[in-house]
């Protein structure tokens, strides 16, 4: 069974130049949102939505889900540590014994992420009045479930939000952590989860499903927070408020109103966007 042991220390950067590089992780944000945009211009040509709303859907998504996602890792799991360097909770740089270095953006919370995201499109939505927000809402969980995909990838090859050991000879020596046991590679059970959802919200907005306003909303938030859910009993704590609460770690509390929100929206009596026209 040695052959599913396999030993992981990349490095974090394609290239580097004095203190400033090019991080996997960063190259990962730029792969899901430049598909993502790809995807969306599939999405509005087939609709015969006008590309010039595509452009600044995309500002509002990259500010609201960088942003979203920043304030979400600060606020829910960092805050004891942010809460004396204010600084650098938007700026790209780490406190050190020798000063400031620049680490560019990292430490991004995906339920923060799905609050920036809504609380951007609701922006978006009041001054582009185009289509009804829900319509887009359902459209763009195609590429934001990509993009996670390409995010977990992109932990992975940090290796940070590390799985527990697996007691075993299966898994992923994270070498780079100074580590000799192997881990559960819960960043790549996320991502491919993350990518079958893809592939399930990009079938269904095929079908008659897609008329029906909210459903593959809910069957989004369902979905990949079910996935975040029972991955996060094989990742390590990542801290937070589950010292206060136990039974469950941070992530799998944060989850819970999404899937309770996402099973709403699938099951509930909707209007189809045919009978709203």
């Known amino acids: 069974m040695y052959f599913l042991k396999i030993d ?10 004095g ?5 996997y992780y960063s190259l990962m944000f730029i792969f899901a949102f430049g598909l993502g945009y790809y995807i969306m211009k599939k999405i509005f040509d087939r609709e015969k939505i006008p590309l010039e709303y595509l452009e600044s859907l995309f500002v509002y998504l990259i500010i609201s889900i960088l942003l979203g996602a920043r304030l979400g890792d600060v606020l829910f799991y960092s805050w004891d540590y942010y809460q004396n360097h204010l600084i650098e ?8 014994p020798t000063g400031y270095t620049f680490t560019g ?3 991004l ?10 609380t951007g499109l609701y922006l978006y939505r009041r001054k582009y009045k185009f289509k009804p927000l829900i319509w887009i809402l359902d459209r763009v969980t195609i590429p ?5 995909s390409f995010v977990r990838i992109g932990n992975f ?9 697996s007691g075993s000879n299966f898994g992923v020596v994270f070498l780079n952590r100074g580590e000799n046991a192997a881990r559960h590679p819960a960043q790549l059970y996320e991502a491919f989860g993350y990518l079958i959802l893809f592939f399930i919200l990009k079938e269904l907005n095929k079908t008659s499903k897609k008329e029906k306003t909210g459903y593959l909303l809910g069957v989004f938030f369902t979905s990949m927070f079910v996935i975040r859910f029972l991955v996060e009993y094989l990742k390590e704590s990542q801290g937070g408020f589950e010292e206060y609460l136990p039974i469950l770690s941070t992530g799998q509390w944060l989850s819970i109103p999404f899937i309770l929100l996402g099973l709403y929206l699938m099951l509930r009596k909707a209007k189809t966007l045919s009978s709203e026209a």
């Open 157 to 165: 090859f940090n290796s940070e939000i590390v799985g527990k050991y």
């Open 89 to 96: 909770i938007l700026l790209p740089i780490r406190d050190t």
């Open 144 to 148: 934001i479930a990509l993009g996670a």
């Open 8 to 17: 992981w220390a990349p490095s974090e950067t394609l290239f580097k130049v």
């Open 109 to 118: 919370a995906s339920h923060g992420a799905v609050i920036g995201c809504l």
């Open 19 to 23: 203190s400033f590089g090019i991080h």
């Open 105 to 107: 953006f990292r430490g």
